[in-house]
């Protein structure tokens, strides 16, 4: 059974960086899909970026391209969600995910099997 845990949400400046981690116990995570999904109040959970299992392939969300990064660190069982240039729009619970083999990229939330609890980003001045 696949664990995960989110750290490194805050409060941060427009125009600012953060950086999100999300540890994994229980599996390595290079079998895995994996991606970060993010639920503003009142909207629904969306994929912003996800990788295949072994890197295959990758999606980026258009509203989030140029600025936010997905990486995997096999070494330490990690993923991380570097994030550039932030906005107020991006203020949001922000999880991380893993699933299974998967034989096309999908960043759909109903993919995924193992869920983080979720950070909070909050993009203020």
């Known amino acids: 059974q696949l664990h995960l845990v989110e750290s490194g949400g805050g409060l941060v400046q427009p125009g600012g960086s953060l950086t999100l981690s999300c540890a994994a116990s229980g599996s390595t995570l290079d079998g895995y899909a994996i991606g970060w999904f993010r639920q503003a109040p009142g909207k629904e959970r969306e994929g912003i970026t996800c990788?295949?299992?072994?890197?295959?392939?990758?999606y980026t969300a258009d509203s989030v391209k140029g600025r936010f990064t997905i990486r995997r660190d096999n070494a330490n069982n990690k993923m991380y969600l570097q994030m550039n240039s932030l906005q107020p729009e991006d203020t949001a619970v922000y999880y991380c995910a893993a699933a299974p083999f998967l034989q096309f990229i999908s960043c759909h939330p109903a993919v995924y099997d193992y869920w983080g609890l979720g950070t909070q980003v909050t993009v203020s001045s």
């Open positions: 990788l295949r299992n072994y890197d295959a392939d990758s």
